[in-house]
């Protein structure tokens, strides 16, 4: 394991990105990288460099993709990962993690989580504040759980979905890669279609 940790945005998602890596207590030095050159620092932490300069680190840091957007995120881990970057796992101390549960890389898993047994999260995901993921699901790459979903047993999501805040997923039920669930909808059918869902129950609107 490096002792050093470079997270990379420094504002919105990267802040908690960071409140994290501290609480874990893991690393001897944590730093930002941003593209903005008006932060000087985040947290109390420093901006050391751009996001292009995560290559000049990749031997002594681990670098962890504080980015919020879906999108943006695969695109800069999937580069790291392809230039040899050891990217971390960060877990809240305050998240409840059930057994034979795997985490993949460049996930954040933030405070008040519970997940459950037998749940697979695959990498570059954000499972965000206060989520609760039963038994047996799969959340597939690059997904945005928002803070307050609640998904049932048996749940799977595909690739690159983001999920808003306060959505209730019902058991045994698929969304498709690609799909934007609005805050607060309610999924009691299996989503098959990439498109944006809203409402009680949630119902196609584009």
């Not at 031997?59 to 392809?82: P, W, Y």
């Not at 206060?130 to 690059?142: A, K, S």
Request: hydrophobic share 40%; proline share 2%.
């Amino acid at each position: 394991m490096k002792d050093k940790l470079l997270i990379i945005g420094a504002s919105g998602h990267g802040k908690v990105v960071a409140d994290i890596a501290l609480k874990m207590s893991k690393w001897q030095t944590i730093a930002f990288l941003d593209d903005d050159e008006s932060i000087k620092e985040s947290m109390g932490l420093e901006v050391i460099g751009k996001s292009a300069d995560a290559y000049k680190y990749i031997e002594s840091s681990e670098i962890f993709v504080g980015v919020g957007d879906n999108a943006t995120r695969e695109r800069i881990q999937e580069k790291l990962e392809g230039a040899g970057a050891t990217i971390p796992i960060l877990v809240h101390p305050k998240a409840v993690v059930g057994e034979q549960v795997e985490i993949g890389e460049g996930t954040a898993v933030m405070a008040g989580v519970v997940i459950n047994c037998c749940t697979k999260i695959s990498k570059g995901c954000i499972i965000n504040s206060g989520v609760t993921i039963d038994h047996d699901n799969v959340i597939e790459d690059y997904i945005h759980i928002s803070p307050g979903v609640n998904l049932a047993g048996s749940v799977k999501v595909g690739k690159s979905t983001w999920i808003g805040i306060g959505t209730v997923v019902s058991n045994n039920l698929s969304i498709a890669s690609g799909c934007k669930v609005g805050a607060g909808a309610v999924v009691i059918k299996s989503i098959a279609q990439p498109g944006i869902y809203i409402g009680v129950p949630a119902r196609k609107i584009d």
